[in-house]
């Protein structure tokens, strides 16, 4: 198995084409080849890959290469080895494609027979996490027990179930340092409810970071951190507590002058960022530094987050809101979850509870079946129907503000 620093040189240097071969190479393919263009145009990857190229792997395998047309790269790869499993199902199918101005790149796995859920590692260029790393020397290693043994382990290693269990790992990891840095007379337990309250803070935020929603800046949590530190320290009183309770739970307009200073930070009107009671009773209490660096710069450094919900046909090898949620449920013990109403729900669930609570609605409103089954997927009302949707929904509103 390769080094994670040999593999995060494969994954930074794969800037254009021609740099990627050596990332092919690794995985077991020969050098690139032209991709013949009639067969280009006959797999609908045109306006999808550019500067195409193949290259012949063990038996079966076979890696398209190229550029992402679009800064998407992830996406592209995915939607190119798709068309290429369809077209030529026999093969087993690896697209490697380079963002446009070498701005990363994406190492897509297809689905079985093209049907079922591709999975994809995209790297972000100058800025690859080691765990982009530790999947690309996994798929590595894995390479060479058998053309279809190797592929479905490639699909196993890119996977949602592994790297939940590395981060869920890791995540605990930070939680428990940061519980045992905590001073003052707290109980353990206490100490470790606010401890998975800090770590769900910083996480949370990763993923507005992971946005620029953060004063545009998208390592705004470690370049605050690194500020704080070289300036003497003391990160949870002159960082943590100004930037959650003084910035995220206060309206700009309220915001006392070390808040502001932080920059450009939206107001969060909801109750992460409020102190608990447990927080209240203990609030001379304070996580040590080193112990806050656990969290933002090993964990937060070493996973890529992507604020994308988790998909039925695809999934990236980082971490998303489903995947947060479901590991803080697992840190919290029963009785915790059940005490402060803390369980992860689904989006699927979402979506189906949602649903059907509309469709009682529209069916009391004598919204005809057909109109029902158009507004739930998101069709147009058709005409002879808009006025009672209108009234319905109008009648509604009033109700919801008497």
């Given at each position: 198995?390769?080094?994670?620093?040999?593999?995060?040189?494969?994954?930074?240097?794969?800037?254009?084409?021609?740099?990627?071969?050596?990332?092919a190479q690794a995985l077991g393919f020969g050098g690139w080849l032209p991709f013949p263009s009639n067969v280009s145009a006959a797999t609908g990857i045109d306006g999808i890959v550019d500067d195409a190229r193949i290259a012949t792997g063990l038996g079966q395998l076979r890696a398209l290469g190229g550029r992402s047309s679009t800064p998407n790269a992830g996406h592209d790869a995915l939607r190119a080895v798709t068309r290429m499993a369809t077209h030529a199902p026999e093969a087993l199918w690896v697209a490697i494609l380079v963002a446009p101005g070498g701005h990363g790149v994406a190492i897509a796995i297809a689905?079985?027979?093209?049907?079922?859920?591709?999975?994809?590692?995209?790297?972000?260029?100058?800025?690859?996490?080691?765990s982009d790393a530790e999947s690309l020397a996994r798929l590595i290693a894995a390479h060479g027990t058998g053309d279809e043994l190797t592929h479905r382990r490639w699909r196993e290693?890119?996977?949602?179930?592994?790297?939940?269990?590395?981060?869920?790992?890791?995540?605990?990891?930070?939680?428990?340092?940061?519980?045992?840095?905590?001073?003052?007379?707290?109980?353990?337990?206490?100490?470790?409810?606010?401890?998975?309250?800090?770590?769900?803070?910083?996480?949370?935020?990763?993923?507005?970071?992971?946005?620029g929603w953060l004063d545009g800046d998208r390592e705004f949590l470690r370049h605050q951190f690194d500020a704080q530190c070289a300036d003497g320290g003391r990160v949870h009183?002159?960082?943590?507590?100004?930037?959650?309770?003084?910035?995220?739970?206060?309206?700009?307009?309220?915001?006392?002058?070390?808040?502001?200073?932080?920059?450009?930070?939206?107001?969060?009107?909801?109750?992460?960022?409020?102190?608990?009671?447990?927080?209240?009773?203990?609030?001379?209490?304070?996580?040590?530094?080193?112990?806050?660096g656990t969290v933002i710069c090993t964990l937060l450094g070493q996973y890529r987050v992507t604020p994308r919900e988790h998909a039925d046909d695809w999934a990236d090898a980082a971490v998303d809101p489903e995947m947060l949620g479901?590991?803080?449920?697992?840190?919290?013990?029963?009785?915790e979850r059940r005490d402060h109403g803390v369980f992860y729900t689904p989006p699927a669930l979402i979506e189906r509870v949602t649903n059907a609570g509309l469709r009682e609605w529209l069916d009391l409103h004598a919204i005809p079946e057909p109109v029902r089954d158009g507004l739930l997927s998101g069709a147009p009302v058709p005409a002879p129907h808009r006025a009672a949707v209108l009234r319905a929904v109008s009648a509604e509103i009033g109700r919801a503000h008497v």
């Open positions: 198995m390769p080094t994670l620093r040999d593999a995060a040189s494969l994954l930074a240097r794969a800037t254009t084409v021609a740099r990627s071969e050596p990332l689905p079985p027979a093209g049907a079922g859920r591709g999975v994809v590692l995209h790297a972000e260029g100058a800025s690859v996490r080691s290693i890119l996977g949602r179930d592994a790297l939940t269990a590395r981060f869920y790992r890791d995540l605990e990891l930070a939680v428990a340092t940061l519980a045992e840095s905590a001073t003052g007379r707290a109980p353990a337990a206490a100490r470790r409810e606010m401890a998975i309250l800090c770590a769900s803070r910083l996480l949370f935020l990763a993923f507005l970071e992971a946005k009183r002159r960082l943590l507590d100004p930037l959650f309770f003084g910035t995220l739970n206060t309206p700009v307009t309220h915001r006392a002058a070390a808040a502001r200073a932080l920059g450009r930070i939206p107001f969060l009107n909801g109750g992460l960022f409020a102190r608990t009671p447990v927080e209240r009773a203990y609030r001379t209490s304070m996580f040590a530094d080193d112990a806050i479901r590991a803080f449920e697992s840190l919290m013990a029963r009785r």
